[in-house]
């Protein structure tokens, strides 16, 4: 089982941008794809980007396409996503978390951390 701690959340303006960090533990997360998802307030938690064990692969919500990017640190066991140009549609707790792809979704594995809270205002 892979445990995280995700860090680096805050308020920024539209526009700005902020690195989400995470920081797992366990079982190596070379041994797993992993992910980042996010919930809204009274929203359902969706997932927004994965990167694969190798690195060599990723993928991403829509919506963020262009302006997230994941990436991970295998000796440091840790997978950051670089968010860019911020929309007040982004705020929300992150979570990262050990995932899986069936067909065309992704599936978060294990348990989640705490989360980060990430705020964009106008």
């Known amino acids: 089982q892979v445990e995280v701690v995700e860090s680096g959340g805050g308020s920024v303006q539209a526009g700005g941008s902020l690195r989400l960090s995470c920081e797992a533990s366990?079982?190596?997360?070379?041994?797993?794809?992993m992910g980042w998802y996010r919930q809204a307030q009274g929203e359902r938690r969706e997932f927004v980007a994965a990167?694969?064990?190798?690195?060599?692969?990723?993928d991403y919500k829509e919506s963020v396409k262009g302006r997230f990017i994941i990436s991970g640190d295998n000796a440091k066991n840790t997978v950051y996503l670089q968010m860019n140009s911020l929309k007040l549609e982004d705020t929300a707790i992150y979570y990262c978390?050990?995932?899986?792809?069936?067909?065309?979704?992704?599936?978060?594995?294990?348990?989640w951390g705490q989360g980060t809270q990430v705020t964009v205002s106008s």
């Open positions: 978390a050990a995932t899986e792809r069936y067909g065309n979704t992704w599936y978060p594995l294990g348990s």
């Open positions: 990167i694969t064990t190798s690195g060599d692969s990723t």
């Open positions: 366990g079982r190596a997360f070379s041994h797993y794809a």
